[in-house]
């Protein structure tokens, strides 16, 4: 699921439930049952302040993922697809941490990537 543009670039606001509506009805079309959700994941990220300043709402340039935008594409697909597959806890066994080295980032990033997996279809705070 692709993520929203970041703000400056949708006046619309709608795009992030677009997306999201438009994958549910694709899934629920065609029997789907699993997909790595990055438009509800950037979007949790999206509502902490500490992750929303990174770069341009974790874009390079308004569309595209920064690095730390990339970061949570992998937790995202490590929780979606991989962890409890392989019996894996994201806070404990996932010990990679973003170019940017911050700890504390990369545990909002978690947070966010499991408050997603939990509620694929639906923002929430972080």
């Not at 400056?8 to 629920?28: F, K």
């Not at 990174?54 to 690095?67: A, F, I, M, N, Q």
Request: aromatic content about 10%.
């Amino acid at each position: 699921m692709t993520w929203s543009h970041a703000k400056s670039l949708d006046n619309s606001g709608t795009m992030y439930t677009d997306i999201v509506d438009a994958y549910a009805q694709s899934m629920n079309a065609e029997k789907i049952n699993s997909l790595i959700p990055m438009a509800t994941v950037v979007e949790n990220a999206r509502t902490n302040k500490y992750l929303n300043a990174v770069d341009d709402e974790l874009t390079s340039d308004g569309y595209r993922l920064s690095d730390c935008g990339e970061y949570l594409g992998g937790l995202g697909l490590f929780e979606s697809l991989l962890a409890g597959r392989f019996k894996k806890e994201i806070f404990s066994d996932v010990t990679f941490i973003s170019t940017s080295g911050d700890k504390h980032l990369a545990y909002l990033g978690k947070l966010s990537v499991k408050n997603t997996v939990m509620n694929t279809f639906r923002k929430t705070e972080i």
